[in-house]
């Protein structure tokens, strides 16, 4: 049974940095494709970064550069370290591996 369980999300001012963290279990985390989406109120869950068995990453323009995912192989665990937030980062954000999702970490960026 694949389970996978956020963290690290919280309220941080425009400008500033989280680092999310995406525990998993059931699988190991280097040999699958892991995710990173985000769904703000009212609109559709959005890709955020992506990384592959291969150690290759991919972002959309709107966090390019300031959004970096990673995984700790030894800890089993996928990385999104945000910098430079904005308010319109402000969303659930969810971790998904082999169809599952986890159960998302809440981001606010507000001054």
């Known amino acids: 049974q694949v389970q996978l369980v956020e963290s690290g999300g919280g309220l941080v001012q425009p400008g500033g940095s989280l680092r999310l963290s995406c525990v998993a279990s059931?699988?190991?985390?280097?040999?699958?494709?892991m995710f990173w989406y985000r769904q703000a109120p009212g609109k559709e869950r959005d890709l955020v970064a992506s990384?592959?068995?291969?150690?290759?990453?991919n972002y959309p323009d709107s966090v390019k550069g300031r959004f970096t995912i990673s995984r700790d192989n030894a800890k089993n665990t996928v990385f999104l370290q945000m910098n430079n937030l904005k308010p319109e980062d402000t969303a659930v954000y969810y971790c998904?591996?082999?169809?599952?999702w986890g159960q998302g970490t809440q981001v606010t960026v507000s001054s």
């Open positions: 059931g699988i190991i985390v280097s040999s699958w494709a």
């Open positions: 998904k591996a082999v169809g599952v």
């Open positions: 990384i592959t068995s291969g150690g290759s990453t």
